[in-house]
């Protein structure tokens, strides 16, 4: 096996590129342009008891070109890189803007609001692994996790993958800037099974540098522990009770929360937080904030897909809604900035706490733990929240049994208010960084 075939294609042939293009679209009658150009390469390999099930290379390349004929936009891309292939797109784009009606707020970002200095944020890290490397990392991964006990019945495999690549933005304000980065993953999913039934869980990491992964059999074993601590799950009465959320489950109420103060949800009034900027959302104790300039980070960036430059920021402090993620377009909509944030969030995290998931039990002492969520049951215009859950009853702070066919419900603005403590246990496997949550009160639909 070999490795993937590396791309002939560079930084600076993008940005060659995306300044053609940008030229092109002048010449075609723009009165304003941007492009993007990227290009990028992987590796995925999934085995299956212990024979390597699937075996995937990929090599993407992408070029797209907005441009604007006064506040009129069109929009057109293409995977060709060739003279008349961008000619093509430039004249697809301007037929779109040419047929649109004109929006006063369109237009390309601020250019004062553009970085001026573009940090080295170490996000590329290539892997030189080949099928063979993978397969054995993988190999590994599932054997940690079939031999760690005689209840691991079955597997569905164990999973390596390595992607690399770069991009190149530029406008006709004069904005150019170029980014590289790297991606690694393990993971592993794995069945236990014993008289009363089966159970799947799973376990993965993700990082920018593949050695700062956790080894395959860490990830191994804890798949196994995750599918073993599930065996003889059963429903519980229906009633209200405290809930803590694991991390893991805990990062999806960030990403409501990303959700919700987005400028598209906020200028459409389809969020429950419409006007909320300055209002108390959380308990004083939360703070939440974004940190785009970290070291290695899965969502780092020096600068938005505007070129807006990012910074550092509180969203939440002392439970206080401080700013919005908005781009160019949704802050003229709502008559505000550009915060930085056309393409989402950078690394939006939750200030962990002192306590670890043990003494978060402890303090929470009768109600259920989370550890899974199933569909997505939630209504972003009134802040309606029902997901099906899994997880584990707590009495006295310590797990009883494990849990599952329930649904877990309230309302979004609740939930956070009843933020009334976050663990030390922060994770990391994204962009979202989140400890374990306790919520005051929520009602669990079961028997």
Request: aromatic share 6%.
């Amino acid at each position: 096996m070999s490795q993937a075939p590396s791309s002939s294609l560079n930084e600076s042939a993008l940005g060659d590129l995306v300044n053609e293009a940008l030229a092109e679209a002048q010449r075609q009658g723009a009165t304003a342009a941007e492009a993007s150009a990227s290009a990028g390469k992987g590796l995925a390999v999934t085995v299956r008891l212990g024979e390597v099930e699937s075996i995937e290379y990929h090599q993407d390349k992408g070029l797209g070109v907005t441009v604007y004929v006064g506040q009129a936009k069109g929009h057109a891309s293409t995977s060709d890189f060739s003279a008349k292939a961008l000619r093509e797109t430039v004249a697809a784009a301007l037929t779109i803007a040419r047929h649109t009606s004109a929006d006063p707020f369109a237009g390309l970002a601020d250019p004062a609001l553009f970085a001026r200095e573009i940090p080295d944020l170490d996000l590329y890290h290539p892997w030189s692994i080949d099928a063979d490397g993978a397969a054995d990392l993988a190999r590994r991964c599932e054997d940690a996790a079939r031999s760690l006990d005689p209840r691991i019945s079955n597997s569905e495999g164990g999973s390596v993958s390595s992607g690399e690549g770069f991009g190149v933005y530029g406008n006709t304000l004069g904005f150019m800037g170029a980014s590289r980065s790297s991606r690694h993953s393990l993971s592993c999913s794995v069945i236990a099974a014993d008289a009363q039934g089966m159970q799947r869980d799973y376990w993965y990491d993700i990082a920018r540098v593949p050695t700062a992964l956790q080894s395959p059999e860490a990830i191994g074993r804890e798949a196994a522990r995750r599918a073993l601590r599930r065996l003889g799950a059963r429903k519980i009465p229906t009633g209200k009770a405290p809930v803590v959320f694991e991390n893991q489950a805990a990062a999806s109420l960030l990403g409501h929360l990303s959700n919700a103060i987005s400028g598209g949800s906020l200028y459409r009034k389809t969020s429950f937080l419409v006007d909320s900027l300055g209002k108390t959302l959380f308990p004083t104790h939360i703070r939440i904030f974004e940190e785009p300039h970290r070291l290695r980070g899965l969502g780092s960036a020096a600068f938005d897909g505007e070129g807006v430059a990012t910074h550092d920021r509180d969203i939440i402090h002392d439970g206080v809604l401080q700013g919005y993620l908005l781009d160019s377009y949704s802050a003229r909509k709502l008559g505000m900035q550009s915060t930085g944030n056309a393409g989402g969030a950078h690394n939006l995290t939750l200030a962990p706490g002192a306590d670890d998931l043990p003494a978060l039990l402890r303090r929470m002492g009768k109600g259920l733990l989370v550890t899974e969520l199933i569909g997505f049951g939630i209504n972003m215009v009134t802040g309606d929240y029902s997901r099906g859950a899994a997880g584990f009853w707590v009495e006295n702070g310590e797990l009883q049994f494990p849990v599952e066919e329930i649904t877990i419900a309230g309302r979004l603005q609740e939930i956070f208010a009843g933020f009334a403590a976050v663990g030390s246990d922060l994770l990391t496997h994204g962009n979202t960084g989140c400890p374990s949550i306790l919520v005051e009160e929520m009602i669990i639909a079961g028997d």
